[in-house]
Structures are given as structure tokens and as C-alpha cells.
Antibody
């Protein structure tokens, strides 16, 4: 069974940094692209970033470009999101999502981790 | 970025009803359209991908149709467990974007 477990969320001050992790199991992690999608509580879904299977290619939403960095460790079956220069508007639940087949379709989602940026 | 607009924003229907939710794209996206269901406090769940392909394990009362700029998610014979918020998503290009959601309540 596919399982994605996010961790690393919490309360951080504006301008601060946080590192999210997503531990994957139940599938051959190194064969899949991975994404991060966020959702402000009570609001809609917003794609944030994706990384290809070997980590050689990454893409970002304009709103986080230059501040967030996605990476992965295929030996540890884990994808990361390094978040720097955090803003109040980055407050959201962050979901780790498996890409079905490089089609950008998210076929498995983690339970999410809440990031709160506030002074 | 491609804008996705869903209608209605909310609806209430009875068990056994047929429900249609529409999603429109601001430009043609071929058939690169997916549908998700989200229940309170839970992660979204993929229902339909590539406009009309049913994700494994999803009941056959869910179906999708459309191409280009207009798409429809249909639920035939609505069940009590079908409440939640439904989102469409295009995957035609990066960035992928989602519709604003349609909240479905069971009468």
C-alpha cells in the first residue's frame, strides 16, 4: 500500500526557515516524480513544486521561486522541501503527492503538515 | 497560467440524485483534466484523470467527460458518502492549477 507521511511543519516567524520531509513507502520511490501542493485552511489547492525521479529536474510556482527548494534522497525514499524567507501568505497545509506517471496527476497524497508563519 | 473555473460553487442533492459539476479552462487543455474529492480534514483523493479515466478503486457512479475547455464530473445515484468538496485540476502544462472547488452536501 502506498503511504506518504509528511513531517516538519510548525510555527515559524516571518523571514524564517523550515524543512519539510515526506517519507514514502509501499512503492518504488525512485521511479516516480513527486510534488508538493499546499492548501490554506478552508481554501483551495495550489501546486507548489515538483521534482523528477532522479532529482535532476525541478519546477516551482512563481510564488515560491527563489525561496523554496525541493530535493529528494532515493536511498531514504524521502522528498524534502526547504522553505526560506517565509511569508505570512505561505501559511498552509502542505501535501506531498506522488505523480501517477510524469503526467502531473497526483494519484497518492500524504495527510499533510501544517506550516504557520506568524509573529 | 491557465485559469480553472468550476460551477456551481456549492450544491445540495438527495441520495439517488444525479449530480453534474462543470469545470471550464481559460484555454484549451485537450483532455488533461482531473477530478479530486476532498473530505473535511483529509487529503484530496483522485477520482478521474485524463478527463474520463476512472482511477482504480473509485466507484463506477463517478464519470468524467469533456475536452478542450469544458469538462463535467457526473455522479449518478448519489450516495451519502459522496459529500465533500470536488476540485478539478488541469495538467496540460506547468504550473498545474486547480478550480476553486464545488462543495457537495447531501440533503
Amino acid at each position: 500500500e502506498v503511504e506518504l507521511v509528511e513531517s516538519g511543519g510548525g510555527l515559524v516567524q516571518p523571514g524564517g526557515s523550515l524543512r519539510l520531509s515526506c517519507a514514502a513507502s509501499g512503492f518504488t520511490f525512485s521511479r516516480y516524480w513527486m510534488h508538493w501542493v499546499r492548501q490554506v485552511p478552508g481554501k483551495g489547492l495550489v501546486w507548489v513544486s515538483r521534482i523528477n525521479d532522479d532529482g535532476s529536474s525541478t519546477r516551482y510556482a512563481d510564488s515560491v521561486k527563489g525561496r523554496f527548494s525541493i530535493s529528494r534522497d532515493n536511498a531514504k525514499n524521502t522528498v524534502y522541501m526547504e522553505m526560506n524567507r517565509l511569508r505570512v501568505e505561505d501559511t498552509a497545509v502542505y501535501y506531498c503527492v506522488r505523480d501517477m506517471d510524469t503526467s502531473l496527476v497526483g494519484d497518492s497524497w500524504g495527510q499533510g503538515t501544517l506550516v504557520t508563519v506568524s509573529s | 497560467d491557465i485559469q480553472m473555473t468550476q460551477s456551481p460553487s456549492s450544491l445540495s442533492a438527495s441520495v439517488g440524485d444525479r449530480v453534474d459539476i462543470t469545470c471550464r479552462a481559460s484555454q484549451s487543455i485537450s483532455r488533461s483534466l482531473n477530478w479530486y474529492q476532498q473530505k473535511p480534514g483529509k487529503a484530496p483523493k483522485l477520482l478521474i484523470y485524463a478527463a474520463s479515466s476512472l482511477q482504480s478503486g473509485v466507484p463506477s457512479r463517478f464519470s468524467g467527460s469533456g475536452s478542450g475547455t469544458e469538462f463535467t464530473l457526473t455522479i449518478t445515484s448519489l450516495q451519502p458518502e459522496d459529500f465533500g468538496i470536488y476540485y478539478c485540476q488541469h495538467t496540460y502544462m506547468t504550473p498545474s492549477t486547480f478550480g476553486q472547488g464545488t462543495k457537495l452536501e447531501i440533503k
